[in-house]
């Protein structure tokens, strides 16, 4: 069914939900998974951060390796093959060029992830994946209960 499924993650909870549920699907599947987060930097990339702490490009892609690390330890840890990348640029395009690039069968991802009040439904970039994208999308609400009480 799914051999390959891609997580992109900023970080967020609602990543970190899809993420486990992504990894549970691949243990479940004996599949693979992959990764991603995508730095999107703008025009702000290249300023300098006060201090020694680099430029707001290199902090961001710290973060973002951080992200991807993380959810690869909680694969290995539950015996699924993890692979992960850090990309730069639009994250609704880099995730769905990635998805073809590495030919992935499903896409797993949170209902939202960092933005605010313009994203409080629908994330916008899980609205773009899921309007685009030629591989399925199982999309992740956060702290789900069940509508019906038992």
Partial sequence: M?????V???GSDFADDAADTALELAATLDARVD???VVETGPLGSVALPGDGGSAADV???RAA???????????SRGVPVETAVRDGTPV???LDYADEVDADVIV????GRGGLSRMMLGSVTEGV?????QDVLVVGADRTPVLEE
Avoid: N, Q, W
């Avoid at 690390?69 to 909680?74: D, H, P, Q």
């Avoid at 899921?130 to 030629?134: K, L, M, Y």
């Fill in 60 to 62: 961001l892609g710290e």
């Fill in 109 to 112: 991802m949170g209902t939202r």
């Fill in 35 to 37: 990764v991603l987060c």
């Fill in 130 to 134: 899921t309007r685009h994208s030629e």
């Fill in 2 to 6: 799914y051999d390959r499924i891609l």
């Fill in 66 to 76: 951080e992200f991807v690390s993380s959810v690869a330890e909680r694969g290995e």
């Fill in 93 to 95: 395009k880099e995730i």
């Fill in 8 to 10: 992109p993650t900023d």
